[in-house]
């Protein structure tokens, strides 16, 4: 992703903007009004920066999407590649990953957010949807562990519930502002209580 | 909402279709393509009529979304009206309210799918977005009182829980289709059990 930019370009960016920093900004935008209908006059407007300051961070409007949807997909795939993930019975895995899922959400709101609206109109989008799916069914194989081991309860549809606890988990995105009313702590512990003693056998 | 047609003119519209028909048409074109994206002319083509055929069922495109979100608000509204929502225990009444809260959903899915994605760009869309906000309120509510009774466990935030299971519930319109191969008995099995022993009390 690292394109290699000539100082003398470089310096021509305003000071006050690194590609993170440029990066975060696009999708602010792409989230509030689409990413379809921002333009990269858009964004470099919201930045103050002119289009040609713009195309020194980053080449196109596409790869910002690539960069952004791999944000959070780099995040939950990080999730899976960690010892928690991969060592200890079924249950302590599943505990593990989906504590650790809902961290991934909450540090990147924004780009979980952005991956969840993305509908598969242009080959970037699909390669993520790719990515996602393989998530999901990485989850809900670790799902049905669980359950073959007797620590999610026998009468549920692993991918049912697999699908029910990623939507909830989800849906935050559609409420919570970590400037808002609700406390991360709380809402993290909510979560996992619900998917928990949701699931587990009585 | 019933609009006086002359019945001159109320025969020149195709047998095929009554006013029912032509409005689930129209869901189902707004939740492929966008509300705003879709045209009387796309709707008239998707059903083979002329425009001014589809006039003759309904007076604007604003006025079919008006009568498409209150099949959605009317059906959830019409669960806290019902004497299940109002006669016994808090437990029972969440009990019931969650229960059939699945059910419209899974009834009038493509209307509940439309409600979902009203963003509050017109007055027609505001006023579906505050019955939304009462209904959620009233759900809150409805939480909060079972929490107080013991009946939800003590050690979770009543708003927060409210938004979680409604979250799962409703993220079932992104997967959940009623040809698809998982069955509707389960999924409601499924989500009643994960948001019942997610959040009773231990």
Same mark, same amino acid.
């Given at each position: 992703?690292?394109?290699?930019?000539?100082?003398?370009?470089?310096?021509?960016?305003?000071?006050?903007?690194?590609?993170?920093?440029?990066?975060?900004?696009?999708?602010?935008?792409?989230?509030?009004?689409?990413?379809?209908?921002?333009?990269?006059?858009?964004?470099?407007?919201?930045?103050?920066?002119?289009?040609?300051?713009?195309?020194?961070?980053?080449? %196109?409007?596409?790869?910002? &999407?690539?960069?952004? *949807?791999?944000? !959070?997909?780099?995040? +939950?795939?990080?999730? $899976?590649?960690?010892?928690?993930?991969?060592?200890? %019975?079924?249950?302590?895995? &599943?505990?593990?990953? *989906?504590?650790? !899922?809902?961290?991934? +959400?909450?540090?990147? $709101?924004?780009?979980?957010?952005?991956?969840?609206?993305?509908?598969?109109?242009?080959?970037?989008?699909?390669?993520?949807? !790719?990515?996602?799916?393989?998530?999901?069914?990485?989850?809900?194989?670790?799902?049905?562990?669980?359950?073959?081991?007797?620590?999610?309860?026998?009468?549920?549809?692993? !991918?049912?519930?697999?699908?029910?606890?990623?939507?909830?988990?989800?849906?935050?995105?559609?409420?919570?502002?970590?400037?808002?009313?609700?406390?991360?702590?709380?809402?993290?512990?909510?979560?996992?209580?619900?998917?928990?003693?949701?699931?587990?056998?009585?």
């Amino acid at each position: 992703m690292t394109t290699v930019e000539p100082p003398a370009a470089r310096r021509r960016g305003r000071p006050g903007y690194d590609r993170d920093e440029v990066l975060a900004a696009a999708v602010t935008l792409f989230n509030e009004q689409g990413y379809d209908a921002t333009s990269v006059s858009d964004l470099a407007a919201r930045l103050g920066l002119t289009k040609s300051a713009m195309y020194h961070h980053f080449a %196109s409007k596409e790869q910002l &999407l690539e960069r952004a *949807l791999g944000e !959070a997909l780099d995040g +939950l795939e990080g999730v $899976l590649a960690q010892p928690g993930a991969q060592q200890g %019975s079924a249950s302590e895995r &599943l505990h593990f990953v *989906l504590r650790a !899922a809902v961290e991934v +959400l909450l540090d990147r $709101l924004p780009y979980v957010t952005l991956l969840l609206r993305v509908r598969g109109n242009s080959d970037i989008e699909r390669a993520a949807l !790719a990515r996602r799916r393989s998530f999901d069914h990485q989850m809900a194989s670790l799902v049905r562990e669980a359950q073959a081991s007797g620590s999610v309860r026998p009468d549920v549809d692993s !991918a049912i519930v697999t699908r029910l606890i990623f939507g909830m988990l989800n849906s935050t995105i559609e409420w919570y502002r970590p400037s808002g009313p609700k406390d991360r702590d709380a809402l993290t512990h909510d979560i996992l209580t619900v998917a928990f003693d949701g699931i587990r056998p009585r």
